[in-house]
């Protein structure tokens, strides 16, 4: 089969991970990627699949390829004037449920309306999918292999990982600030802050004894693999959550919020607190770090779980649902 995929741009973000992930997996499997973007080349990560770079979506040639699969609500009028009926909807998050995005939410709720079938990341994203159109069906995500390495036992002070861009509210970075406050209170820690930008104007970024911007792929891969717990602080419009599932598969235990894309995954495989809970997600953080056995149990739990998430897992869904659908 011949699959293109539109992306916006070739920025740090997990949306462009994952589509470039989908892009390799299938190449891997004897198919035709090809990830046509209006972005520079792609420096933060590997890629084996083949790349074409445009000014506008419609300078690409797709009329050869069986499907072309939009990315970002942005991308899929573009895709579905481009390709009509070969046209797919990859949603890796409602968009309109985005602060950000207010002030859109018409046009997105348009672009959701129009009649192109949907893939998701996550399962609770189908239904939501399916208000608008009812042709919706979970494929699920991708972590790169990097991620899946031995997790040594280490000493010295635990380090903490908190990981997203404090603008984007829907990552709850503001609830991790209250829940590394709290935790402080009864343990001691260093704070290891990631965000593909720079720290927001008001974000208490003194909290962090580290603070690191943009790690391509191999870098974020060492830095988690030399933490001891990962705070998941998203709220419920998070469509997936990749860092956290990066960390389990780096046998990193989780302290997760209560929200349907991390519940989705299994059970028995983090600390959960309620969405917005800082006070309950730092009591989580002190206990667990006061207990080794703990750690450990949720470290093999979350590396069992987040096995469903390994390249060849997805790719089989993935490379079913395009067969199943040629034209």
């Known amino acids: 089969m011949r699959i293109a995929y539109l992306l916006e741009d070739t920025e740090l973000a997990g949306g462009i991970r994952v589509a470039a992930a989908h892009a390799d997996v299938l190449t891997a499997r004897g198919h035709d990627a090809v990830l046509v973007t209006k ?36 991308t899929v009028e573009p895709a579905f004037r481009i390709a009509g ?3 797919i909807h990859f949603c890796q998050g409602y968009e309109g449920s985005f602060t950000a995005y207010a002030a859109l ?7 959701y309306r129009l009649p192109i079938p949907k893939i998701t990341v996550s399962p609770h994203l189908v239904d939501i999918c399916r208000q608008f159109h009812d042709d919706a069906t979970y494929i699920g995500q991708i972590v790169d292999e990097e991620f899946y390495q031995p997790h040594a036992p280490r000493g010295g002070t635990p ?6 861009p404090m603008q984007a509210d ?13 935790a402080r ?13 720079i720290p927001a104007d008001d974000e208490p970024a003194s909290l962090a004894a580290e603070f690191h911007v943009g790690l391509p792929t191999a870098e974020m891969a060492k830095l988690v693999a030399s933490c001891d717990v990962f705070l998941g602080p998203s709220r419920h419009q998070e469509g997936f959550g990749l860092p956290a599932a990066e960390a389990m598969a780096s046998g990193v235990p989780a302290i997760l919020s209560a929200i349907p894309s991390f519940r989705s995954w299994g059970e028995d ?10 006070a309950a997600m730092g009591d989580a953080l002190a206990s667990l770090l006061g207990d080794a056995q703990l750690r450990q149990r949720l470290a093999r739990r979350g590396r069992e779980v987040v096995e469903q998430f390994r390249a060849e897992a997805t790719g089989a869904r993935l490379e079913n649902y395009f067969v199943g659908r040629v034209l």
């Open 85 to 87: 009926e070969r046209t």
């Open 39 to 74: 972005g520079g080349p792609l420096t933060w990560r590997r890629s084996r699949a083949r790349w074409q770079h445009v000014a506008s979506f419609e300078e690409a040639d797709l009329t050869s390829f069986d499907f072309v699969v939009a990315t970002f609500w942005r």
């Open 185 to 197: 209170k009864h343990a001691a820690f260093d704070l290891v802050r990631v965000s593909q930008w």
């Open 269 to 278: 495989f983090a600390l959960f607190a309620d969405e917005g809970d800082g």
């Open 170 to 182: 829907f990552k709850g970075i503001d609830v991790g600030y209250d829940a590394v406050r709290r």
């Open 105 to 111: 939410k018409p046009q997105i709720d348009a672009v």
């Open 159 to 164: 380090r903490v990982l908190l990981v997203g």
